[in-house]
């Protein structure tokens, strides 16, 4: 084992972290979070990675009652269009699900991406000009993450149009909101994902996703394949 390896007991930390990491939807208290931990949790957003250095994500945090209502109505109309994808028996399970918190959570945060930032060419974009906004979706990991290990929940609510969000937000043009999440104390984390406990979708397997250095080719390191078997799902 590496000698910068994390301690034991860190490493299980880091790992339950990942594996209990839940999208809360209607787990929700309403008790507030306190100044100092929400620091934590932004500043652990703060500390991702991101391509030559660019750090192109800002966060707004909101807490107006009147703000977040705007935002559920522009939620309340995305989901009405999305509803309608879906048919017969998909459809009625689709309009059970609670996928938000935006009024229940104490907290909400619009983490967006500068596309600007850093100037006209950035070290490491040229080729991948969307990886400011993979740098921003780091920035929302580690803010999920952290939250998991204060006790926190997190839900990203992925049902909004960009454009409107960004209009009831004021955004300027180089800005685009990138994640909206609703944050706070939840009466319990699932065992599962919720839609997978809903029957929505269920895990891949992971060894049903791995090839060998070409797409389609099977891996060759036994050793791999045996761990990969071993582990829990």
């Not at 399970?93 to 909400?108: F, Q």
């Not at 406990?197 to 080719?217: C, F, I, K, V």
Request: glycine share 8%.
């Amino acid at each position: 084992m590496s000698k910068h390896a994390l301690p034991e007991p860190q490493r299980e930390g880091l790992y339950r972290a990942i594996h209990e990491r839940r999208d809360v939807r209607s787990q929700f208290l309403p008790d507030p979070v306190p100044p100092d931990v929400l620091a934590r949790l932004l500043r652990a957003a703060h500390h991702a990675p991101s391509v030559g250095f660019m750090q192109p994500w800002d966060f707004i945090v909101i807490d107006s009652p009147e703000t977040r209502q705007a935002v559920k109505a522009l939620y309340d109309g995305a989901n009405a269009e999305a509803a309608g994808h879906y048919e017969g028996e998909r459809a009625a399970l689709y309009r059970r699900l609670k996928l938000e918190g935006i009024v229940d959570s104490p907290i909400n945060l619009c983490i967006t991406c500068d596309r600007t930032r850093g100037g006209p060419h950035v070290l490491g974009r040229d080729t991948v000009l969307d990886a400011d906004l993979f740098s921003t979706c780091l920035a929302v990991q580690n803010l999920w993450l952290a939250a998991r290990a204060e006790g926190i929940g997190v839900g990203w609510v992925s049902i909004l149009s960009p454009s409107r969000l960004a209009d009831l937000l004021g955004l300027p043009a180089n800005v685009v909101p990138v994640a909206y999440l609703c944050i706070g104390y939840v009466t319990e984390f699932l065992p599962r994902p919720e839609l997978e406990t809903a029957g929505w979708r269920s895990r891949l397997p992971l060894d049903s996703l791995m090839h060998g250095n070409r797409w389609g080719e099977p891996l060759q390191d036994a050793p791999l394949i045996d761990a990969i078997a071993d582990a829990p799902p």
